[in-house]
Structures are given as C-alpha cells and as structure tokens.
C-alpha cells in the first residue's frame, strides 16, 4: 500500500461549484498534513497546512484531517477558472523532513 | 517576493547524453530538496541538502545521477548518461530549515529522445 493515496480525477465542475478533494494515508504517525497547488508547467505552491484533526479554513478554501480513518480533504467553495490546477496532498516522511506527495486531483472549474 | 530560481526551464536531450540542472535556493534557506516528477504522478524525493551535506540520497539513482551544494548555497544536478525513463520534471525546493514550509521553484522539464 502506498503510503499516501489520491484519486488523479479528472474533475471537471462548473463555476460556483463546491468542490471536494481528498487522499487517505497509510502511516497513523503522521502528524500534520499539506495541500500544494500546481498550475500547468510550474512548481507546486503550498496552500494550506494543518497539525491537527479537524477542519481550518482560509477564505474560499478548507483543510479537513481525519485521523481516525486516516482520511484528509481539501474543499473549495464558490470554485471559480482560477482554481483550475492540479491539487496535492502532501505528508512529511517519518524524519519529518521531505514531503511524500500524492498524485494530485486535476480540476478544472469552467465558466 | 523571493523565489526559488532553476535553470534551464526546458531541456531537451539524446538518450546516452549528459545533462545538468541548477537550482539557486531562497536566500537563506538552509534545506534543499530536489524531487522528479513524472507525468500524472506527485514529486518523489532525489536528494536532500542541509546546508552543503547530503541528509537524504536514498533514493537518487547513484549509478548515473549526481546532486552537489558545494558551498550550501546553490546546487547542481547531473544525469550521465540520461536514459528515456528519465524525461519528468525535476523541482527544486527549499525550506529554511528541515520540517519547515517547503517552497518550489518552477522546475525544469527534460525530454530525453
């Protein structure tokens, strides 16, 4: 089992939608939990962090851990193109110092 | 805004050829990570720097592929000889110190023929 799970997508959904993105990992040690941001040809950027169970939001956007089913969810709300990127779950290894990446959910958010 | 410069952006090469990427970090930035990416997957981790020692080269393919921060400051990459398997993106990323906030750059795409 991979240590880090995500559903490539595609997901397509249409602007204002709701959108739920989501990976599960095998390692209950885990102890805090990123989302990255890809758009097309560039590096990832970080999008949020969270160290704990349960939800923290930033303006459009909420991080969700559940640490008992080991299951971690992005949601972004009124989705707008802009949001259009690929969106990866990222996990620091058991050092804690590299990240362990998902493959990454492709979105796309038409207008 | 500081950023994490690589060059070249975009590299093509011949199977057998040698190739070589550079990575200037965030001024500052103690951690220096390179990761491949392939097509469709997350980034997997090469090698990881703190300052200019080696932390992490498990799973850099030692046979070919050679990473250096000579001066824990920039840092080189080199895949001799590059084979088909190789073409990915290869990121640069730095953190001010291991366990902190990793930041990319924008990569390079290689395209070995």
């Known amino acids: 089992q991979k240590e880090v799970e995500q559903d490539p997508g595609p997901l397509s959904v249409p602007e204002g939608a709701i959108v739920s993105l989501n990976c599960t990992y095998s390692?209950?040690?885990?102890?805090?939990f990123m989302w990255y941001r890809q758009y097309s040809r560039k590096g990832p950027e970080l999008l949020m962090y969270t160290y704990s169970s349960g939800n923290k939001e930033d303006g459009r956007f909420t991080a969700q851990v559940d640490k008992s089913s080991k299951y971690i969810s992005l949601f972004i709300r009124d989705s707008q193109p802009s949001d259009s990127a690929t969106y990866l779950c990222a996990i620091p290894n058991q050092a804690g110092t590299a990240l362990i990446f998902g493959k990454g959910t492709t979105l796309s958010v038409s207008s | 805004e500081a950023e994490v410069a690589q060059s070249p952006r975009y590299k093509i090469t011949e199977k057998s050829q040698a190739v070589a990427f550079w990575c200037d970090p965030i001024?500052?930035?103690?951690?220096l990570y390179w990761y491949r990416q392939i097509l469709g997957q997350g980034p997997e981790l090469l090698v990881q720097f703190q300052d200019e020692s080696v932390v992490d080269d498990s799973q850099l393919p030692k046979d070919r592929f050679s990473a250096e921060r000579l001066k824990g400051v920039d840092s080189t990459l080199k895949i001799q000889p590059a084979e088909l398997g190789d073409s990915a993106m290869y990121l640069c990323a730095s953190s001010p110190q291991a366990q902190e906030t990793q930041y990319f750059g924008p990569g390079t795409r290689l395209l070995v023929l």
């Open positions: 001024s500052g930035h103690a951690t």
């Open positions: 390692n209950s040690a885990f102890q805090y």
